[in-house]
Structures are given as C-alpha cells and as structure tokens.
C-alpha cells in the first residue's frame, strides 16, 4: 500500500523553527520503505528543497501550503498525509484538499516510524 507523507517544516521536524518531534532519521526511515515524501511549508519551495538536501534527503515534493491540493493530483497513494503544528494552516487546509491529517506527537507514535516494523 503506497503512503504519501506532507511534512510541515517549522514545529513539525527536529530542523524547524521552532523544533519538532520528528527526526530527519525518522524521515529516512519511511522513505526508504517506500512511502512517497515532501514538504508543505510556508518557507519558499526553494528553501525547502535546500533544508532537505542539506540533510541529503531526496524529496518527491516540495510546496507552499496553498498548493499541497497539487501533491494529491501529481502522485498516485493509496493514503494521504499531512502533518503539521497548526490548526488554520495544517489541519485545516489538508481536510480541505483531501489528506488525513496527524499533528507532530501523534504521529511520531505511528509505527511507519520503527525501523523494524
Ligand atoms: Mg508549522
């Protein structure tokens, strides 16, 4: 089953700012098992792509928040995901267009994350 995970940046992962819970490991985790990944951020898309490469991550998107409606169309998952810190610009933007939404805590309790799962 193919999963596509929309990461926010900023109170979502560990290089944010402010931090979040999850780890870039945690990142490299899901994606090296297969699951389809990027971020949907306020930060520009060009900002975001070079935050991933710093941590040698090679992304399947990056976008601003408005656009993460685009995501869904460009790729083909069996589930959807955002997620993120905020209420107005997370959560509800991604019920909007479609995605399951999980905030930061919660989802770094998902067993997507354990290597061994
Ligand atoms: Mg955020």
């Not at 560990?14 to 999850?22: F, R, S």
């Not at 479609?98 to 770094?108: I, S, T, Y």
Request: glycine share 6%; hydrophobic share 40%; charged share 30%.
């Amino acid at each position: 089953m193919a999963i596509l995970i929309s990461f926010d940046i900023d109170g979502t992962l560990e290089v944010g700012d402010p931090p979040g819970p999850l780890t870039m490991d945690m990142v490299r985790i899901v994606q090296e098992k297969g699951f389809l990944i990027g971020s949907c951020s306020d930060r520009p898309p060009t900002s975001q792509r070079s935050l991933w490469e710093e941590y040698n991550i090679s992304v399947d998107f990056a976008v601003a928040k408005h656009l993460l409606a685009g995501v869904k169309s460009e790729f083909e998952a069996d589930a959807y995901y955002h997620i993120g810190d905020r209420e107005d610009l997370d959560r509800q933007m991604a019920l909007r267009v479609g995605f399951d939404f999980l905030w930061p805590d919660e989802a770094a309790e998902k067993s997507w994350f354990d290597p061994d799962a």
